[in-house]
Nanobody, 119 residues
C-alpha cells in the first residue's frame, strides 16, 4: 500500500488549507485513515482520523476547525483545515492502519507535507 499526499503550503493565520491523501494497493475492510502532525522538536501526534465504519476522532485543539472526510470508493481522505493558527504549523502525515489477514495490524505512512501558518 502507498499513500500519496497533496495540499499543504503556507497560509496566513485565519486562512484555510485542504490536504488530500490517496491510498493505492490492497485496502482491507477494517481500517482507519487519518492525519498526524509533527512540529519541530515535538512528537508525532494524531490530528484526526476516520474509520472504515465512518467514525471520526479529532484532537481537542482542532475540533470545530478541521473536518476529516473520506471517499471509500476512491480510497482517499481529506482534511479541511479552517481558521488556521500559527501553532498548527507542522509536517502533516497521512496514515492508514488496517487489519491484514496475514500480517495482523499494519501501519502505512505518507511522506509528509509541510503546513506553515504565518502570523
Amino acid at each position: 500500500v502507498q499513500l500519496v499526499e497533496a495540499g499543504g503550503g503556507t497560509v496566513q493565520a485565519g486562512g484555510s488549507l485542504r490536504l488530500s491523501c490517496a491510498a493505492s494497493g490492497t485496502i482491507f475492510g477494517i481500517n482507519a485513515m487519518g492525519w498526524y502532525r509533527q512540529a519541530p522538536g515535538k512528537q508525532r501526534d494524531l490530528v484526526a482520523a476516520v474509520t472504515s465504519g465512518g467514525s471520526t476522532n479529532y484532537t481537542d485543539s482542532v475540533k470545530g476547525r478541521f473536518i476529516i472526510s473520506r471517499d471509500h470508493a476512491k480510497n482517499t481522505v481529506l482534511l479541511q483545515m479552517n481558521s488556521l493558527k500559527v501553532e498548527d504549523t507542522a509536517v502533516y502525515y497521512c496514515h492508514l492502519g488496517q487489519l491484514s489477514p496475514r500480517e495482523g495490524y499494519v501501519d502505512v505512512w505518507g511522506q509528509g507535507t509541510l503546513v506553515t501558518v504565518s502570523s
